[in-house]
């Protein structure tokens, strides 16, 4: 444990120096390692693995930049390590004497200011590497290219999930998946209740279903009847009987 506590702080104190060096580390975890960026969260191997490389010339998957060693603190930086990362301070000056934010309290202050949106974003990330993908082109295209989702505005992260719901929605609906209310939620979008006994109705129905699973051009024009004479709405149980009978007409199956 004492090897890899060391570690640990060797790789902290190559952040806090050396951007470059941040650079290649973040690069390291993302490629390697599914984002997960503290080192006490990796094995001794990984972290020896790492310093390894990096002190040598080079980062094992790197993005195509050979990271430069750590350089040594100039005069003026020693009081570099008083003043928190830009992430803490907003671009604030910190006034003299204020008190140091040790590195064991950085994680607690970026845990309390993330908002749930950008959690489920970084849980997206580690958990598929599709959504990780889709998040990253997202904000390469919108997002000035900045990937933390701590760095953006809930409006820009809603904008992606719904940007996300949307497209899945379009792909489920032109794989041919028919999403239907249950049972007890339909009177309140039909016509009288009277009309669900009615088993002439039904019959409509059953025959508009069975249209839509084996004929893909019945499926579509049922969609565009949809469209134009009932908000789209697409559950024949919540269309009026005359509404199915006209489609059915139309269709030449009546």
């Not at 570099?80 to 671009?91: E, K, L, R």
């Not at 996300?164 to 209740?193: C, H, I, M, N, T």
Request: proline letters at 7%.
């Amino acid at each position: 444990m004492a090897r890899k506590a060391d570690l640990v702080d060797r790789i902290k104190s190559l952040q806090r120096t050396d951007e470059n060096a941040k650079q290649a580390w973040w690069s390291y975890c993302e490629e390697q390692h599914s984002g997960v960026k503290d080192p006490n969260r990796h094995d001794e191997y990984t972290l020896s693995n790492f310093l390894s490389t990096y002190e040598s010339g080079g980062c094992s998957g790197g993005r195509g930049y050979t990271p430069s060693r750590p350089q040594q603190r100039s005069p003026t930086s020693r009081f570099s390590s008083q003043i928190p990362s830009a992430a803490y301070t907003s671009s604030r000056v910190i006034p003299a004497g204020a008190p140091r934010l040790t590195p064991s309290a950085r994680p607690v202050m970026a845990a309390a200011v993330m908002s749930p949106m950008a959690e489920v974003v970084k849980v997206g990330q580690r958990a598929s590497p599709n959504w990780r993908a889709a998040w990253q082109t997202f904000c390469s295209a919108y997002g000035n290219s900045i990937n933390d989702p701590a760095k953006h505005p809930e409006t820009f992260l809603r904008q992606f999930f719904d940007f996300v719901g949307e497209v899945a929605q379009r792909e489920l609906e032109l794989g041919g998946v028919v999403v239907e209310e249950p049972p007890s939620k339909r009177p309140r979008f039909d016509a009288p209740a009277a009309e669900y006994a009615d088993g002439h109705k039904q019959a409509l129905v059953d025959k508009i279903k069975v249209l839509q699973r084996s004929d893909q051009t019945a499926k579509e024009a049922w969609w565009a009847f949809c469209d134009l004479t009932n908000k789209g709405i697409r559950d024949p149980m919540r269309h009026q009987t005359q509404s199915l009978e006209q489609f059915l007409e139309e269709q030449g199956q009546l």
